[in-house]
């Protein structure tokens, strides 16, 4: 199993332009997350999914867009990039085992994101 | 709302020592609550978590922490301190009925020498 994996892994945008993030993940799990890491403010979440075909708001969805179209795949889109959203991405994904709160995430291993 | 205080930014300990990570929560309602490890350039791993039962959690690598209702804390523990140890250190919390959403702490990062 490859786990969660991430694409792509760095990538440099000018203000204004408009990418997507592909996170992907083997373990058939229900849940996907978007995190995202900024120095001294830990993870935060952006959107999330219970679900294929489902989304949901998180912490911080100003800017971002995401899709879950195929239960293995959650993607974030940056429709017109901002200095602000420099950040490091993290997806995650959960198994609805023991319940929603009680589930272990497993992450991958990041996308590093800078826009000029 | 749910929140999680790790209040230090960096713990220094030599290798061999023991190790404490403290990681403070508030909540409404019953926490579970979870450590977290990042090493560089790399994604979260999960080291344990407390759900219900035992206060004392063991997790992965000889960690372990403990859950104390009272003075709300979940401080990260191990005997026995490792340079390989050496990493950034999350706290979460979450609580039933809000989706599995984790709200992590700001991280600490433990430093360990020789």
């Known amino acids: 199993n490859a786990g969660v994996t991430q694409t792509p892994k760095f990538r440099v945008l000018k203000t204004g332009q408009s990418m997507t993030l592909l996170c992907a993940q083997d373990?058939?799990?229900?849940?996907m997350y978007w995190y995202r890491q900024d120095p001294g403010m830990g993870l935060r979440l952006i959107h999330y999914?219970?679900?294929?075909?489902?989304?949901a708001k998180g912490e911080v969805p100003d800017g971002y867009n995401v899709s879950r179209l195929k239960k293995q795949n959650f993607l974030l889109g940056l429709e017109s990039a901002a200095p602000s959203q420099t950040s490091v991405y993290f997806c995650?994904?959960?198994?609805?085992?023991?319940?929603?709160?009680?589930?272990?995430?497993?992450f991958g291993p990041g996308t590093r994101l800078t826009v000029l | 709302a749910q929140s999680v205080a790790q209040p230090e930014d960096q713990v220094n300990v030599a290798e061999g020592n023991p190790l404490t990570v403290k990681c403070t929560y508030s909540?409404?309602?019953?926490?579970?609550l979870f450590w977290y490890v990042q090493y560089p350039n790399r994604g979260l791993q999960f080291l344990l978590k407390?759900?219900?039962?035992?206060?004392l959690v063991k997790g992965s690598y000889g960690f372990e922490a403990e859950f104390n209702k009272s003075q709300t804390s979940f401080h990260l523990k191990k005997p026995s301190a490792l340079v390989s140890d050496s990493a950034l250190y999350f706290c979460?919390?979450?609580?039933?009925?809000?989706?599995?959403?984790?709200?992590f702490g700001t991280g600490t990062r433990l430093q360990v020498t020789l």
């Open positions: 373990m058939n799990h229900e849940y």
């Open positions: 995650a994904s959960s198994y609805l085992r023991g319940g929603p709160s009680t589930d272990t995430q497993y």
């Open positions: 909540v409404s309602g019953n926490p579970y």
């Open positions: 407390y759900i219900t039962g035992d206060n």
């Open positions: 979460a919390v979450s609580v039933t009925g809000t989706a599995s959403k984790l709200t």
């Open positions: 999914s219970v679900g294929e075909g489902t989304t």
